[in-house]
């Protein structure tokens, strides 16, 4: 079980999502940085499939009523009884984490995992289709499970280098833009906007500009697509966007900087590079 | 690839569908428009490749997951895959769906339209739907089938707040809202019909391919 004393600005339980429901309207959500919510997991030797606490711009407060074994990663925040390393604290310890240098978001495992019901086989929240546990509150009392595969890590483990450049892939409608527009999206450098959040990463650069005019009957898209709605400026989608959209999609960031895309934060800047 | 559609030969009919990538992990599908994309979207399943994902389909695309090291093979066999038409008659008895007609834009729509409020509703109400794809949010189906007379498009501005089982329509579609959220389809009316579920599996009703019927209150 774990206390918490002050979630932050946004603190959600997140897993590796709830796959299988697009096509009933369902996201995929979970952790927009996978490779960080993997890494804690390991550390404290759960299975692949628990569940964490995503942690937005620091800010998370817990207690801790009982022994508890927790690894931090992702975003790196001081104010932790360790980074990358699994730790077990003693019942009634606590920890506040500041908000971090640089990246946007932090998780906290449990050994256990986290042991909130399953909703359509995930434990993830789905801030935009409002499906799985609502963002945690003060006071709540987050049970911990039993999610365990093997014994908790000694090891330090190692962050993945900070990528400069998002590799995308263009299309599927990059052919929807002037093509001054694809050469503006690969060779400006774009500011995250504050109105980001786990639907999506709003962008500010120069505007890219349609070819096709006409209304896009909806389609498919998947999180990491560069949507681009009438105002030019494209939003990136995150783990919670809707499973389809009317806006064309001019280039999609390759599923290997996904990770480093889920670390964006308002304010950063960043640059995509054609794969 | 090339060398499929080079081997198709100017003889042929003309080419069908266009493939589209979408990221290294997916391609999307592009359908002429009479094709069926709920028929493509059997027929790739029926295939039961290695490596292949999801299929979501939508209005006039199917979205194909598929690992990217399967991606040539399972492009290549999407590309000679044949088209069907639509199917005209759904293959399931149809859902049937009470509404009550009171909804905010029912007289709103009888002015745009030129009819009575009466006329609106029995338009509505005429036709077998079929549940064409799911988007916008978790169970919100969009029902192909709505007569011409009532194609109208979104309100100008969205609702802030759209009430939970309101029956709605924009552009060709009707749809039911399955949850409170904003939204600027045009109001009919509403059902009290438990249309999604998520502590059940399948947690929606209106799957695609399923056909529907509304019938008043």
């Not at chain 1, 980074?83 to 978001?105: K, M, N, Q």
């Not at chain 2, 002015?111 to 009466?118: A, H, M, P, Y």
């Not at chain 2, 389809?185 to 509403?190: A, I, P, S």
Request: charged content about 15%.
């Amino acid at each position: 079980m774990i206390e918490i004393v002050a979630p932050g600005p946004l603190a959600t339980i997140q897993d590796r999502g709830r796959p299988g429901y697009a096509h009933l309207g369902v996201g995929l959500s979970g952790a927009a940085d996978r490779e960080a919510l993997d890494r804690a997991n390991r550390l404290v030797g759960n299975d692949a499939a628990a569940a964490a606490i995503e942690v937005t711009l620091g800010g998370l407060a817990i207690r801790l009523p009982s022994p508890t074994t927790v690894a931090l990663t992702g975003a790196e925040c001081g104010g932790a009884p360790g980074w990358d390393v699994a730790v077990t604290l003693p019942a009634g310890s606590r920890f506040a984490l500041d908000v971090p240098r640089a990246g946007l978001r932090s998780y906290l495992a449990v050994r256990g995992g986290i042991a909130v019901p399953a909703v359509l086989g995930s434990r993830s929240t789905d801030t935009l289709g409002g499906l799985g546990p609502p963002p945690l509150r003060a006071g709540d009392l987050v049970p911990t499970g039993s999610a365990i595969a093997g014994r908790v890590s000694g090891e330090v483990a190692t962050a993945p280098a900070h990528r400069p450049a998002l590799r995308v892939v263009l299309g599927p409608r990059a052919d929807w833009f002037k093509r001054k527009a694809v050469t503006a999206l690969t060779g400006s450098v774009w500011t995250v906007r504050p109105e980001s959040s786990r639907a999506g990463v709003r962008l500010m650069g120069p505007e890219l500009k349609r070819k096709v005019t006409t209304e896009l009957a909806s389609e498919p898209t998947v999180p990491g697509a560069l949507q681009v709605p009438m105002s030019g400026m494209p939003i990136l989608l995150g783990p919670d966007a809707p499973v389809t959209g009317g806006y064309p999609v001019i280039a999609v960031v390759h599923s290997h900087d996904l990770d480093a895309a889920g670390q964006l934060r308002p304010g950063d800047q960043v640059r995509f590079h054609l794969w | 690839m090339n060398e499929l559609l080079a081997r198709a030969g100017p003889d042929e009919p003309m080419h069908r569908v266009r493939l589209l990538p979408c990221g290294d992990l997916a391609t999307l599908v592009e359908l002429p428009p009479d094709a069926g994309v709920l028929e493509f979207r059997a027929d790739v399943a029926a295939l039961g490749l290695a490596g292949v994902g999801e299929l979501v389909p939508a209005a006039r695309t199917l979205l194909v997951h598929h690992s990217a090291a399967r991606g040539p093979v399972v492009r290549a066999a999407l590309v000679t895959l044949p088209l069907r038409k639509p199917d005209p008659i759904a293959t399931t008895a149809p859902v049937q769906v009470s509404v009550h007609y009171d909804g905010a834009d029912l007289s709103g729509v009888a002015d745009e339209i030129g009819c009575s409020v009466e006329a609106v509703i029995a338009q509505h109400q005429d036709p077998t739907y079929l549940v064409a794809f799911c988007g916008f949010a978790p169970g919100f189906a969009y029902l192909l089938g709505l007569p011409s007379a009532l194609h109208l498009p979104r309100l100008a501005t969205p609702r802030t707040l759209v009430p939970a089982g309101s029956v709605a329509i924009a552009g060709e579609y009707s749809a039911v809202y399955p949850r409170e959220s904003p939204g600027g389809w045009r109001l009919l009316g509403r059902t009290a019909a438990t249309l999604w579920d998520a502590d059940l599996d399948p947690p929606a009703v209106l799957t695609p391919g399923r056909a529907v019927r509304f019938v008043a209150a």
